[in-house]
């Protein structure tokens, strides 16, 4: 059980670590001041639940590993995001798109979380699910504004959500460890998030005037560690190479 | 050796002079982060309380109360974070409404939004980001007198 435990903490802290990452990227970049806040504060949010998720992840493992331990100190293999999140930022289209298939799953996943059986967990996730809300209203209204915005930045979004639409299919594959979390009422089984997942998406695409690619092909091996992207090594390699190459640095 | 340990209620009315490192008009007691004093053995417990998870303003407040109530004499303070049931704005005190307010900021609303722009009182208003300078706090403007202003956001 606590390795299906320590498995499920590490799919949500390396979610918010990896996409929280993803979108500090952004930080003195963005195309608008206001976008530019909006995205590091976004980030701020992810990264403050990442502290909770792999905290907890290190206490249930048992082997005096911290949260930053795991964030700095494992490597890709290891790592258990969904292939979404380490996805290059592309533009700032591709960015609001990434966010919005993410948070639309993101507040999907918690508010199931809140009723877990493990009160850390229900802790957790009631606290985030308060900040989700906002990056997902953000997300969703932006997606809705460039799609349904000139024929260049419909054009854009369009070609995001062709890119990042089958990457988005894998949060609904269970697992052994899904099964196991699911049936004792700590967790939710992912596969049971699908329709209400799909509803969502559709109805802020058909908001945004743009079309769901067809067919149902998802890339897959992220949430399991057994196949990421190329990218997530780039990323790691960026993000982890000051405790690399200064083991135990501190501020 | 007696140690002496002063009241609870003596240690509240010291916190409600630490003010929040960001928006300083305000105590972290009125701002209803602090959940519990108490002592343990000759040990003070603080437990705090994050406002949003990431941020960075919680570490500082740690250190504030700590050094704040080693001013006044306490030698041991433990400080402990609780983040179950969250913090909601609906813990921000009366009085630190009104600070907020006086300062500039528009205090949370249940309807999402601020009620009147805090310089001229006016009533339209627009929002410019539902993020602003603190990950507290969105950004607004007065219709009016087209003054911008932050917005403390309900969570």
Redesign the interface.
């Given at each position: 059980m606590n390795a299906a435990l320590f498995e499920f903490l590490c799919r949500m802290g390396d979610n918010t670590l990896v996409l929280g990452h993803r979108v500090s990227e952004w930080c003195g970049h963005a195309p608008v001041l206001?976008?530019d806040?909006?995205l590091a504060?976004?980030?701020?949010?992810?990264?403050?639940?990442t502290?909770?998720w792999l905290g907890l992840a290190g206490e249930v493992e048992g082997q005096g590993r911290s949260a930053d331990d795991l964030a700095y100190l494992r490597d890709a293999w290891d790592f258990r995001c969904l292939l979404l999140v380490e996805q290059p930022n592309g533009d700032f289209g591709q960015t609001i798109m990434r966010q919005f298939l993410f948070d639309a799953l993101h507040e999907l996943q918690l508010n199931e979380l809140r009723a877990s059986k493990d009160?850390r967990i229900?802790?957790?996730a009631?606290?985030?699910a308060?900040?989700v809300a906002?990056h997902l209203?953000?997300s969703s209204e932006t997606v809705i504004a460039l799609g349904d915005g000139t024929e260049e930045s419909h054009r854009r979004m369009q070609a995001a959500l062709d890119v990042l639409w089958p990457y988005a299919g894998e949060a609904f594959l269970d697992d052994e460890s899904d099964r196991a979390l699911a049936e004792t009422g700590i967790a939710v089984l992912p596969s049971t998030l699908g329709a209400a997942y799909g509803a969502r998406v559709r109805e802020v695409m058909a908001e945004a005037t743009l079309q769901l690619p067809e067919g149902t092909f998802a890339h897959s091996g992220g949430r399991t560690g057994a196949r990421h992207s190329e990218h997530l090594g780039h990323m790691l390699a960026q993000m982890q190479w000051l405790q690399r190459a200064y083991p135990g640095a501190v501020w | 050796m007696v140690v002496t340990r002063p009241s609870v209620t003596d240690v509240w009315a010291w916190l409600e002079d630490v003010p929040d490192p960001e928006i300083p008009v305000i105590s972290v007691v009125e701002l209803g982060i602090v959940r519990d004093v108490e002592w343990d053995d000759d040990t003070l417990n603080v437990t705090v309380t994050p406002t949003y998870s990431g941020c960075p303003a919680t570490r500082v407040i740690s250190i504030d109360i700590e050094t704040a109530l080693r001013d006044r004499g306490v030698q041991s303070v433990r400080l402990k974070t609780q983040i179950a049931p969250p913090w909601t704005t609906d813990w921000i005190s009366e009085a630190g409404r009104r600070k907020l307010k006086d300062y500039g900021i528009a205090p949370p609303q249940e309807a999402g939004g601020p009620e009147a722009c805090p310089r001229c009182g006016a009533t339209t208003l627009s929002r410019i980001s539902q993020f602003g300078s603190t990950p507290c706090k969105a950004l607004w403007r007065c219709d009016t007198c087209l003054e911008p202003f932050d917005y403390f956001k309900c969570i």
């Open positions: 206001e976008e806040i909006a504060n976004t980030a701020l949010d992810l990264i403050g639940q502290q909770m009160d229900a802790g957790i009631e606290k985030s308060k900040e906002y209203e953000r | -």
